[in-house]
């Protein structure tokens, strides 16, 4: 094994042949050859991923369930009146646990009690399970 070790010793004191038809390469040229070399495809994007922060979804107690309920039927019950109003609700994350929270500011064209949903009348749709707030604007 120890002969092995020292098999290429006679190399060091060996003079640097320098290239007559290349000139040399600078140290960014050098670098940029392995620039575009990434060993760990997706891995940034996992790790933002992982970074990202979501908010846990808040449960409503019964008396702020039974005062969302309330602001929606008098909608639903009025059909004929304009109704602006102002809703933050709850967005799932498709990719992990939690969400977001968003509010939305619109006027109510239509209200379906079957689905569970309120259609804004610029199309937008809010399921009303998700809603955590509401008032009128």
Not at 99 to 116: F, L, W
């Given at each position: 094994m120890e002969k092995d070790e020292h098999?290429?010793?006679?190399?060091?004191?060996m003079p640097y042949r320098k290239s007559l038809k290349r000139k040399n390469m600078s140290r960014t040229e050098r670098a940029a050859?392995?620039?575009?070399?990434?060993a760990l495809t997706g891995y940034e994007d996992e790790i933002s991923e992982t970074a990202r922060l979501t908010d846990r979804r808040i449960e409503l107690d019964e008396y702020h369930k039974s005062e969302i309920d309330r602001?929606?039927?008098?909608?639903?019950?009025?059909?004929k009146e304009e109704h602006n109003i102002s809703v933050t609700y709850f967005v799932p994350d498709k990719r992990k646990?939690?969400?977001?929270?968003?509010?939305?500011?619109?006027?109510?064209?239509?209200?379906?009690?079957?689905?569970?949903y309120i259609l804004f009348t610029d199309g937008d749709r809010i399921m009303i399970d998700n809603i955590v707030g509401m008032e009128r604007i």
């Open positions: 098999r290429y010793d006679y190399m060091l004191d050859q392995f620039g575009a070399f990434r602001k929606l039927r008098y909608i639903f019950d009025n059909p646990s939690g969400g977001e929270y968003r509010t939305k500011n619109g006027t109510v064209k239509h209200i379906n009690d079957y689905k569970r």
